[in-house]
């Protein structure tokens, strides 16, 4: 099992950004395919972005192409979500997410989630 500590969350205007941070521990974070997710008040948790195992392939929900980004570091066990163009319809509870499998380019089977970190858009 990865252990997954996301950081970063805030209150912010729209039109602004904010840069999330997960730190992992734990299984082999270099062979673990990432992914970010959210959960607006009354609504499913979603998909928002994820990345390959290698760093090689990322991926996007439509509501947030071109506006976010995710990255990878691996010497340092740490996945990154680039905000930019906030929107009040971004505010969530966002949640990192590792893959159960190893060398896989998706996300997939969640095999650890953090405990999640706000994220507040303000109109």
């Known amino acids: 099992q990865v252990q997954l500590v996301e950081s970063g969350g805030g209150l912010v205007q729209a039109g602004g950004s904010l840069r999330l941070s997960c730190a992992a521990s734990?299984?082999?974070?270099?062979?673990?395919?990432m992914g970010w997710f959210r959960q607006a008040p009354g609504k499913e948790r979603e998909f928002v972005a994820g990345?390959?195992?290698?760093?090689?392939?990322?991926y996007y929900a439509n509501s947030v192409k071109g506006r976010f980004t995710i990255s990878r570091d691996n010497a340092k066990s740490t996945v990154y979500l680039q905000m930019n163009s906030l929107k009040p319809e971004d505010t969530a509870v966002y949640y990192c997410?590792?893959?159960?499998?190893?060398?896989?380019?998706?996300?997939?089977?969640?095999?650890?989630w953090g405990q999640g970190t706000q994220v507040t858009v303000s109109s």
């Open positions: 997410a590792a893959s159960q499998n190893s060398y896989s380019d998706y996300v997939g089977a969640v095999g650890s």
């Open positions: 734990g299984r082999t974070f270099s062979s673990t395919a």
């Open positions: 990345i390959s195992w290698s760093g090689g392939s990322t």
